[in-house]
């Protein structure tokens, strides 16, 4: 193989994994294993846990693929997707179709054979919500579009949990509700960083309709509430005292971040904010894990 065809090879690969946004993928992985991980241990089977993490991962590609096929055109216009291999025309769409079919439906069939139907279902319902129904009908309609379809992005840990007891239960659905709250400040704080990009875009993100000062208010509110939200575990007795103190040093961590958005949203305070609310959910999710009762 000359080093012509590896260096197409890689980009292809590259490619793919822009399509699928492999960091969400990731993000979202970790808290749907962590679902698994807090579900009872004795329901647990190798091919539960293989098939969940794998069949999760494959429909979330192909959320991430179908997303993009839709903006493909306002992609082109923001500086922070205008690279994306679509926008670019170094992916065609047929192939991001193909794509995305073989995805959802290695993905369900994954889930489906080898963990439950219940499982199969809720995570071909969600990645079809986040792909279409967000994309297509929230956002593009309605500023309030990240806090409605926000929903969609915080069920790994539900899907994590179904995919091992095939249950759907309170303490999984806790942990929707926990990143179903980080997702508004988390998303906003990124919107302010790239205010210029959406008012290009037809997008009625919250900055453009409702101006920054009501997003960075916003921004602050659902903090707090988050930290609210992130007492429950311990509260309702799902997690131990470790939970609770490591989760609050990160939620301190992160309050931090979004009162300086709120005091002085530049671009580089905002984006500081994006990047520590990545880590923050990740701190939080392995804090549940540290904390589980024994």
């Not at 993009?68 to 170094?90: N, V």
């Not at 239960?169 to 509700?177: D, G, N, S, Y």
């Not at 311990?234 to 939970?243: C, E, Q, V």
């Amino acid at each position: 193989m000359d080093m012509a065809t590896t260096l197409s090879i890689r980009q292809h690969v590259k490619a793919i994994a822009v399509l699928c946004k492999w960091r969400v993928v990731l993000l979202m992985l970790l808290t749907a294993g962590i679902g698994m991980a807090l579900a009872p241990n004795t329901l647990a089977t190798p091919s539960s846990v293989i098939g969940g993490i794998m069949g999760i991962g494959l429909c979330a590609c192909s959320g991430g693929v179908l997303n993009q096929l839709f903006e493909r055109d306002i992609d082109l216009k923001m500086s922070r997707t205008k690279h994306r291999p679509l926008a670019q025309d170094t992916f065609s769409t047929q192939k991001a179709l193909l794509l995305f079919i073989t995805c959802i439906l290695a993905g369900a069939c994954l889930l489906y054979f080898l963990t439950n139907e219940t499982t199969a279902c809720l995570t071909v319902a969600t990645m079809i919500g986040y792909g279409y129904i967000y994309t297509k009908l929230l956002k593009p309609y309605t500023s309030q579009n990240i806090v409605i379809g926000g929903l969609f992005g915080a069920m790994p840990p539900l899907l994590g949990w179904c995919a091992i007891t095939g249950k759907i239960e309170p303490f999984p659905l806790l942990l929707v509700a926990i990143i179903y709250t980080w997702t508004p400040s988390h998303f906003w704080s990124l919107s302010l960083a790239q205010i210029e990009d959406y008012q290009k875009s037809p997008l009625p993100m919250l900055p453009v309709t409702h101006g920054i000062p009501c997003t960075q208010t916003q921004i602050l509110l659902y903090t707090l509430l988050l930290i609210l939200v992130t007492q429950l575990p311990y509260l309702l007795t799902y997690s131990s005292i470790y939970y609770l103190v490591l989760v609050n040093l990160a939620n301190i961590w992160l309050l931090s971040a979004m009162i300086k958005v709120y005091q002085q949203p530049t671009k580089e305070t905002c984006m500081r904010a994006f990047k520590r609310s990545n880590i923050y959910l990740m701190l939080v999710f392995l804090s549940l894990l540290v904390g589980k009762p024994l």
